[in-house]
């Protein structure tokens, strides 16, 4: 399976699906991720994806997370649909000193076609 139909796979599998979003849309998003991130349970230069929703923030095996995102983790957040979707907006201004460089996603239809 191409990893970009093995997330949408993986996010149609691991949360209710979205009136609001298109897995064949968020596929074609997901390409501004996929230098960074894996849909399969393998690191990169970010944190594999694969099982994120539901999933406690900064829990990945084998990923040493930056000290901004340890301290965001703290008190048990978990990721879920809105927490993701604030965060995909602007991870810089939600995680201040995050390693993440990518600067977000503009449109609300691209962050609920990639959840």
């Known amino acids: 399976m191409k990893p970009l139909a093995a997330l949408a796979a993986l996010l149609c599998l691991a949360t209710p699906a979205r009136a609001d979003g ?3 849309a968020g596929a ?3 390409r501004k991720c996929q230098a960074c991130h894996s849909t399969e349970p393998v ?3 970010g944190p594999t994806l694969a099982g994120i929703v539901g999933r406690p923030v900064a829990s990945v095996a084998d990923y040493t997370y930056s ?3 340890t ?3 703290e008190g ?3 990721w879920d649909e809105a ?3 604030e965060y995909l907006l602007s991870p810089k201004a939600m995680v201040p000193g ?3 460089t990518f600067a977000g996603l503009r449109k609300a239809e691209d962050i609920a076609d990639l959840i």
């Open 71 to 73: 301290a965001f983790a």
């Open 98 to 100: 995050t390693r993440m």
């Open 22 to 24: 298109d897995a064949a």
């Open 43 to 45: 690191n990169r230069v």
């Open 28 to 30: 074609v998003v997901f």
């Open 76 to 78: 048990g957040k978990v």
């Open 67 to 69: 000290p901004a995102m």
């Open 83 to 85: 927490l993701l979707a």
